[in-house]
């Protein structure tokens, strides 16, 4: 049931009824005992009259129970209407077992044989509850009884007055129960209401001091989820425009490249003109590359799928993706395994991370070695992480600048501008998505950037 | 006319550099904001060209610094930023012209002219002494309506001297003029170009001026 007025209501209704249902029990229970007990009461009182008035003679049998059965107390419930008159009926019989007297309404046939106390019988079909008391000195037995039908038709008659106004109030209950909860629920619907008439930019917080009390925590987690939409939009945005805004530079370069190429006679100039083209556009597809990765890592957020990945075999294998940029750059690389142990360094993590955040640092080795150098890849592996060291003989990252080169588009203030200033974000922002840490480190002519993984 | 820019990226600077020398500019090209500083401190240029984003701060940081000390030469901003409130920030920051990139060099060129010329307090393009006039962006010079074809050289030369009539240029101004830092300057280019402009507007169009430099004849 996904509606929560419905819910409620049935809930309620339910409930409702139920407990109406029980009260209906307990009363009927509670009014059969006491009707049990009065009725019980009167029958014995009865009994025990007509057997003290005949014991001294002073009055007929007959006129005696007429007059027992008259006197009686009232039933408890007794109504206007004349179903609950002369509902006791009286026999006296000898102890030799013939009929002395009855009143009017007994039958023919004994009501019980037994002698003293409470019995139920059946005659013709009739149940009876009946009370006998024996009287010595006259040698009879005095039976009282009244018809159990009667007392049920009583007992039926109470709870029939209760539940009666409680089938024909039930619908108008539903009715009350039904708006009631609509306006109980009326804050959900104008939250909804202001959600829905929402564009897709406004995100700002749902004001939740007007909420009720139960909503807000509903409330606080749907301004929690506006801020973060909003915080990866603005990222998003901003990012975007960034991006647009860089590539517009190498763009310029290539416009005015081909403008001098085209309008120069002179070969030298064309060639060379030419040439910075072919090698902004290798630069510029690189940046778009690193773009694209820095999407791909951003994307990857919550959806990583960790595998057994063997960092010095990775390592390798993107080595050699890199052929061409080591050709263009005449840098060798060189692999390194630092403890000589026979057992590979296996991470447990996201291949496509781990490979772009490897891939990265390498590149960023590669561009800023000098011609001729060798670039060297570091695999090793302690009890608490694999480690992977790239060192190269380029000018590396100055102290100052250390804090800022994995900003996005930062490209250092001593930058030799080629680098898109990518290169070292996206190691940065897969590192923090692997649980890595990224260092660097002088020794000698060596720069070493240090990526290490936890295992 | 000498110009500076200041750029990082190494392939625009170049054809920046290429491009504008081929229009009839001598450029120097600096790639931070220090270097720029230093530029504008040691040399005089006519026109500067600053790129927004830098590895080392912003161009807008060099324009408000040459306006606090009065330097008032024209300043042409390139950016990759091209919204407007960048733009009016750029120009309220002190510069001249603002174009966003990427660029046409021929109207980076004309531009360029553009704020040099009111700077100088012109609004023709077309820069006139007596008969001759010179047309900066064709890069030629015409006498009754018959133009005459110059070299690079030859037009710095003159256009220098035209910008300033009367005015005395000395060799080394002229110099200035022709030569960016990295090119080396032979020693007798401007005696040479002198002669040959002589011979193609008239031996009397420019007058030396022993010991000081050279002028446009102001007398017939």
């Known amino acids: 049931m996904n509606s929560i007025r419905i819910r409620l209501f049935v809930i309620l209704l339910a409930t409702t009824g139920a407990v109406w249902l029980l009260a209906a029990a307990w009363i009927y229970a509670s009014t ?66 013939s009929l002395v007297s009855r009143s009017e309404s007994a039958p023919e046939t004994s009501l019980a044989s037994h002698t003293d106390g409470f019995e139920e019988t059946e005659i013709d079909g009739e149940r009876w509850r009946v009370y006998a008391v024996v009287n010595p000195t006259l040698g009879v037995r ?35 129960i039904w708006v009631s909860v609509g306006r109980g629920l009326a804050p959900l619907t104008r939250i909804a209401e202001g959600l829905a008439g929402r564009s897709a930019s406004e995100l700002h917080p749902i004001d939740d001091g007007t909420v009720p009390r139960e909503v807000r925590p509903v409330i606080r987690a749907l301004n929690s989820l506006f801020g973060r939409v909003a915080e990866a939009r603005d990222r998003e945005q901003s990012f975007t425009a960034y991006a647009a805004h860089e590539l517009k530079t190498p763009l310029a370069g290539l416009k005015t490249q081909a403008q001098i190429a085209l309008r120069t006679d002179d070969s030298t100039i064309q060639r060379e003109a030419l040439s910075r083209i072919s090698t902004s556009v290798d630069r510029t597809s690189r940046m778009v590359r690193q773009l694209i990765d820095l999407a791909a890592v951003d994307a990857s957020q919550g959806a990583a799928k960790d595998e057994p990945v063997d960092v010095a075999v990775l390592v390798g294998e993107i080595a050699s993706e890199l052929e061409t940029q080591l050709a263009a750059n005449e ?103 692997l649980g890595g840490n990224l260092t660097f480190e002088r020794g000698g002519t060596w720069f070493v950037a240090r990526a290490s993984f936890p295992i | 006319m000498r110009l500076l820019v200041l750029e990082d990226d190494e392939i625009l600077l170049d054809g920046l ?24 401190e040691a040399d005089r240029f006519d026109a500067i060209i600053l790129d927004l984003m830098l ?49 046409d060099l021929d109207e980076v060129a004309a531009r360029l002219r553009a704020i040099v010329r009111r700077g100088h307090g012109r609004a023709a393009g077309l820069l006139e002494w007596k008969d001759v006039s010179l047309d900066p962006a064709r890069m030629s010079a015409s006498r009754d309506e018959i133009t005459i074809s110059l070299s690079r050289r030859e037009f710095v030369i003159l256009q220098a001297l035209m910008e300033t009539p009367g005015v005395i240029l000395s060799r080394s101004n002229l110099e200035e003029k022709l030569y960016g830092w990295q090119e080396e300057i032979e020693s007798n280019t401007v005696e040479v170009h002198i002669h040959k402009l002589r011979s193609k507007l008239g031996a009397s169009f420019i007058e030396t001026v022993r010991g000081a430099g050279y002028r446009l004849r102001t007398s017939q």
């Open chain 1, 331 to 433: 840098v060798h690389v060189a692999m390194e395994h630092a403890d000589r142990t026979p057992q590979p360094a296996v991470l447990e993590a996201d291949r496509i991370l781990l490979r772009l955040a490897i891939r990265n640092l390498l590149e960023n080795a590669i561009q800023h070695s000098p011609k001729g150098a060798v670039v060297r890849c570091r695999v090793s592996e302690s009890q608490s992480e694999v480690v992977v060291e790239i060192l190269d003989q380029g000018p590396g990252i100055p102290v100052a600048d250390e804090a800022r080169v994995t900003e996005r588009f930062f490209r250092g203030s001593k930058a030799s501008g080629h680098g898109s200033g990518l290169g070292l974000s996206i190691v940065q922002m897969a590192l923090d998505r």
């Open chain 1, 142 to 176: 005095v039976l009282v009884g009244d018809s159990l039908e009667i007392r049920d038709r009583l007992i039926g008659d109470v709870i029939k007055g209760l539940l009666v106004p409680g089938i024909v109030i039930l619908p108008v209950l539903a009715v009350l």
């Open chain 1, 32 to 97: 059969q005992a006491e009707v049990e007990r009065v009725l019980d009461a009167r029958l014995m009182e009865a009994a025990r009259m007509v057997s003290s008035l005949i014991t001294d003679h002073r009055i007929e049998p007959s006129a005696a129970v007429d007059a027992a059965i008259a006197n009686a107390p009232p039933p408890p419930f007794k109504q206007a209407d004349g179903s609950y008159s002369r509902q006791l009926s009286c026999q006296i019989w000898s102890l030799q077992g």
């Open chain 2, 55 to 103: 590895p080392d701060g912003s161009g807008l940081d060099v324009l408000s610094r040459m306006r606090r000390s009065g330097d008032r030469t024209p300043v042409l901003l390139l950016t990759a930023k091209d919204e407007v409130a960048d733009r009016i920030t750029g120009l309220d920051s002190g510069a001249d012209d603002y174009l966003g990139k990427p660029f």
């Open chain 2, 17 to 40: 550099k290429v491009g504008l020398q081929m229009c009839g500019f001598t450029v120097d090209a600096v790639t931070s904001v220090a270097d720029a500083d230093a530029a504008i």
